[in-house]
């Protein structure tokens, strides 16, 4: 009975840590990695008293190149070949202890390895690329199942509350060719997007939920909150040039740290070592944070995707492959956008790109 149950659960819940947690928006919409597992990936009632670990190593993939003001593709920037292209990479190292069948702690590092390539950041006549590589936000979890295991067979809600440090580098800069002073290089903050930080410490906030209907079918859901008190980091947003006059009025001459949300549902089934599932998948960037003020340069919007995905489970390790495809993609209008707005009497609203879908790969090991 144990190992049926085990079973089933992992139906639903194992896509939680494959793909709830990876918040890392497809383009220039910053949202950075919030960590890289849930322990939902293993049911209360299969921990033993003595607690046991899970090590998950996940590896996340997109390339943003369309861009859209508001719900709008500019397709005429891929036509010119005026557009921005973001490759970017990650690799999370999660590994959770599980105390018991209620509570666990989980630590999340984050490597990534970002490039992007453009003409106007480096004067308009040819496309050339900038680069950022290190570590990223470390981020540090507590989680609780809500409901008592023993009794709770079918369905259970988990919630977690954690810290995001500024462990990752916000102000990695590489060299610009937009000047003629020294050789034409100019040594600057690279781009939001590609940045390994965001400069801020966050706390973060999770409810993860399942429920089961049968021994193969069931649903699964999660949301998941960083609040970033912190509103400027300080760092230039002018790529290593001295800021226009309208980006010190509007207040984007100085980069953000914003919030960022994720929620995510939808339907599994299993078939023999295989979990199938497809649901759908909301992360936004919100224009104004909870805490906190909202101005600085930030990219605003939210991709609302399609996300199939499968597992391969054998014994004490899972292999998975989710990817979440874009449906919707919408650049919403910042804090300076509004001012610039108000300032002038001209609705302003600036653009991103967005990539068409994501790829993620991983692995996880129980460890007793």
Not at 40 to 47: A, V
Not at 107 to 116: C, G, K, T
Not at 137 to 147: C, E, F, I, K, S
Not at 150 to 155: E, S
Request: aromatic fraction near 12%.
């Amino acid at each position: 009975m144990k190992n049926l149950l085990l079973k089933l659960i992992y139906v639903t819940t194992i896509f939680t840590f494959a793909t709830f947690a990876k918040a890392n928006a497809q383009g220039c919409v910053a949202i950075r990695s919030t960590g890289g597992l849930c322990t939902m990936d293993e049911h209360p009632d299969s921990i033993t008293s003595n607690g046991s670990w899970l090590l998950n190593s996940n590896n996340r993939y997109f390339r943003s190149y369309k861009h859209f003001v508001g719900t709008k593709e500019q397709t005429q920037r891929i036509e010119q070949g005026t557009n921005v292209i973001n490759h970017s990479y990650t690799q999370d190292l999660t590994l959770t202890r599980i105390f018991n069948n209620r509570w666990s702690f989980a630590v999340d590092l984050p490597i990534l390895d970002n490039s992007r390539s453009s003409l106007y950041e480096h004067g308009g006549k040819e496309r050339l690329q900038t680069h950022s590589f290190g570590l990223g936000d470390v981020r540090l979890t507590a989680y609780a199942w809500l409901l008592n295991p023993a009794k709770a067979r079918r369905g259970n809600i988990q919630v977690g509350l954690g810290i995001k440090l500024p462990t990752g580098n916000y102000n990695y800069q590489d060299y610009f060719y937009h000047t003629a002073a020294n050789d034409g290089k100019t040594l600057g903050p690279v781009d939001q997007s590609i940045q390994l930080g965001d400069g801020g410490t966050g706390i973060t906030t999770e409810i993860n939920t399942y429920y089961n209907f049968t021994h193969s079918f069931g649903l699964y859901g999660g949301f998941y909150y960083l609040i970033s008190p912190r509103e400027q980091n300080g760092v230039s947003s002018a790529r290593g040039s001295v800021p226009s006059t309208k980006a010190v009025a509007n207040g984007s001459d100085v980069m953000s740290v914003p919030d960022q949300v994720m929620i995510r549902g939808g339907a599994s089934y299993g078939v023999g070592k295989f979990d199938f599932s497809a649901g759908a998948r909301y992360e936004c960037l919100p224009v104004h944070d909870l805490v906190g003020g909202s101005n600085g340069f930030r990219r605003p919007g939210y991709i609302i995707s399609a996300e199939p995905g499968v597992t391969y489970r054998v014994k004490s390790f899972s292999i998975y492959a989710f990817v979440p495809v874009a449906l919707k993609r919408d650049r919403t209008q910042s804090v300076p956008d509004k001012i610039t707005t108000n300032l002038t009497g001209v609705y302003t609203q600036g653009d991103a790109a967005f990539a068409d879908y994501a790829i993620n790969v991983g692995i996880t090991f129980r460890i007793k």
